[in-house]
């Protein structure tokens, strides 16, 4: 019993100090489009940061994991990020380019060491309670979910109610002419149209705001600190240390990562792995600026994504319910349902600002879909690549790492109808090459039980006076 609250405490604290993080990180995100607009620098340090990602991704996690374990590869990359939060006191490219290539190289370990360490708890937390592995990940990568989506609800409760008075509580009447350039007509920010909506805030509003989230990242890290025990210590890697102090960064941790995406499952998943970042992408940029800001005010932002967290959030501790009792297909069914009506929505909507439900609505419905793919998902891949999972999950963290870059990289140069078209296409792709891999796994299961089902052949044969007949 006492290991199983250890394992509890360790998941709860992990997931408390990843909250914090993502309170300040995710909100700052939603605001670099609207906010730090002039010269695109918002959008630019956010491409930056998932190229970075994408390409750390590749060998870093691998690499710290084994050098100094899960706990401070952690700690490494949680203060790796303050720099980039502190910088967007004064956001010009020498101060958030920089930062933002040293936060893109720690998420790629950030990410991996976190899926490591759940997983692995998991696992340690359905050997004592004899629980399917498959359900356990699910509950347990769905609460560690709650905490992230719960960051995206408080940490937008902040920025709104920091930002709301920067005009003074009173509506800004807005020509209608300028609000048909919304939404999915939105193609940049046109110099012939000035629109009072993306007006950014006071310098004291951004100051008060950025110190607020710096401070929540570096309690994080004391969290982490204090509060997370080593994962070396109740597992198999307590007995590596030698081993680990001899890790050196080498082309060999590359080419594993490399080698696991040959796999036949993890190619038929980097579409599913990519669309996850593509469409987050889009709705920190594209939907924040085109609709929410662009239509009714930047300090709105955070309000209607409030509603996107806390469905998230709702969905995360539901989510792991409904894969034990409707199975996970039906689950990632729902999700892309979600998206998909999400998106045709979007296309034939025109927002304004008296329409106010309809931006709670779609931010909700994006919500469901998008707690799904980054909880369940990497549950998904914990449990088919037990014995691969360093490589599997920075496989997974690279591409969809590439896909939010791909998202900030084309944000000021296609227009948001054709953005949309083409998550359009790629859900559909994606959602087909899943459910191929959740049939091929399915058909080795039944293997295995058929294998397991089947007397072996010595208990076929039967030996009497020399001779030697099978029995029926």
Request: hydrophobic share 45%; proline share 4%; aromatic share 14%.
């Amino acid at each position: 019993m006492k290991e199983k609250h250890r394992i509890i405490k360790n998941l709860a604290s992990l997931a408390f100090g990843h909250f914090l993080v993502f309170t300040a990180f995710d909100s700052l995100s939603n605001l670099q489009s609207t906010v730090n607009e002039s010269g695109g620098v918002g959008v630019a340090s956010q491409s930056v940061i998932y190229i970075c990602f994408t390409i750390s991704s590749f060998f870093l996690p691998t690499y710290l994991i084994k050098r100094f374990g899960c706990k401070k590869t952690l700690l490494i990359s949680v203060f790796s990020v303050c720099p980039y939060v502190a910088a967007n006191m004064h956001p010009t490219w020498g101060t958030l380019m920089p930062s933002a290539v040293l936060s893109g190289l720690a998420f790629g370990p950030l990410w991996a060491a976190r899926s490591t360490y759940v997983n692995e708890l998991s696992f340690q937390y359905s050997k004592f309670t004899k629980a399917s592995i498959s359900v356990i990940n699910a509950w347990f990568f769905g609460i560690y979910s709650f905490f992230h989506e719960n960051a995206e609800i408080w940490g937008n409760v902040l920025s709104y109610f920091v930002l709301k008075e920067n005009n003074n509580g009173t509506e800004v009447a807005v020509p209608e002419e300028t609000l048909l350039q919304c939404g999915v007509n939105f193609c940049g920010k046109s110099p012939e149209i000035v629109n009072p909506n993306l007006t950014p805030p006071s310098d004291n509003q951004w100051y008060t705001l950025t110190g607020i989230y710096l401070g929540f990242i570096i309690l994080a890290g004391f969290v982490i600190m204090f509060s997370v025990d080593p994962l070396e210590e109740s597992s198999a890697e307590g007995d590596n240390k030698d081993e680990r102090k001899k890790t050196k960064l080498s082309a060999n941790l590359l080419v594993a990562t490399l080698k696991h995406m040959k796999n036949r499952d993890q190619l038929l998943l980097i579409p599913l792995s990519f669309y996850c970042g593509l469409a987050d992408g889009f709705y920190n940029s594209d939907f924040t600026k085109s609709y929410i800001a662009c239509a009714w005010g930047i300090s709105r932002v955070g309000h209607v994504t409030i509603c996107y967290g806390v469905v998230s959030a709702i969905m995360d501790c539901s989510s792991g319910f409904l894969v034990k009792w409707i199975r996970r297909v039906p689950v990632f069914l729902l999700a892309a349902s979600s998206h998909l009506m999400m998106f045709i929505t979007l296309l034939l909507w025109s927002p304004h600002n008296d329409n106010y439900t309809l931006y709670f609505i779609l931010s909700g419905v994006y919500g469901i879909g998008a707690s799904v793919w980054w909880s369940q998902i990497i549950a998904f891949y914990g449990v088919i690549f037990k014995e691969n999972e360093e490589p599997a999950f920075s496989n997974f963290y690279f591409w969809s790492s590439l896909g939010f870059s791909v998202a900030y990289a084309y944000s000021d140069s296609l227009c948001t109808s054709v953005k949309i078209y083409i998550l359009i296409a790629l859900l559909v792709f994606a959602i087909a090459a899943y459910i191929l891999v959740e049939y091929n796994n399915s058909d080795k299961k039944r293997e295995m039980r058929r294998n397991l089902n089947t007397p072996k052949v010595e208990q076929l044969v039967h030996v009497r006076d020399n001779e030697v007949t099978l029995l029926p």
